[in-house]
C-alpha cells in the first residue's frame, strides 16, 4: 500500500483549513461563492498551488477578476490566516488557478446529449 507523501498531507490540510476561512472570514462580495477543489504543495515548501472554482461568476471576466483579487489583495490575508491555524515554520507562497474541469466536463455532457438526440431522431 502507498503512503500519502507530506505534501499530499499538507496539500489536503491547505484546503481544508483555506475552505474553512471562506466560509468564516472572507467577505468580499466581488468574490461570490468560492470553492476549494485542490491544493498541491511543492516539494520545498515554497509554493502552493490552489486550484478553485467560482459558481455563481457567469463571464470569463468575472473569474479573472476573482482570480486576480485572490492572487494579490487576499493572498497575504490569507496565507497569514493560515499561518495562524497551522502550526508550521513557514507557509508557502499562494496562488490561486481558477479550475475550469467542471465547466469543461459540462460542455463534454451537452455534446454527448446532443450526438445521441440526434441519432434518436435520424431512426
Known amino acids: 500500500m502507498r503512503e500519502f507523501q507530506r505534501t499530499e498531507r499538507l496539500g489536503a490540510q491547505f484546503c481544508k483549513e483555506l475552505a474553512a476561512i471562506f466560509q468564516e472570514m472572507v467577505r468580499d ?15 520545498n515548501l515554497a509554493h502552493a498551488k490552489i486550484f478553485f472554482t467560482c459558481f455563481n461568476s457567469n463571464t470569463n471576466s468575472d473569474t479573472k477578476t476573482t482570480e486576480t483579487l485572490l492572487n494579490t489583495t487576499l493572498a497575504g490575508f490569507l496565507r497569514r490566516e493560515l499561518a495562524h491555524r497551522m502550526r508550521m515554520r513557514v507557509i508557502p507562497k499562494l496562488q490561486f488557478i481558477h479550475d475550469t474541469t467542471i465547466e469543461y466536463g459540462e460542455h463534454l455532457t451537452r455534446l454527448i446529449n446532443q450526438v445521441t438526440t440526434d441519432q434518436k431522431t435520424d431512426f
Open 29 to 43: 462580495p466581488r468574490l461570490g461563492i468560492i470553492t476549494i477543489q485542490e491544493v498541491r504543495v511543492t516539494n
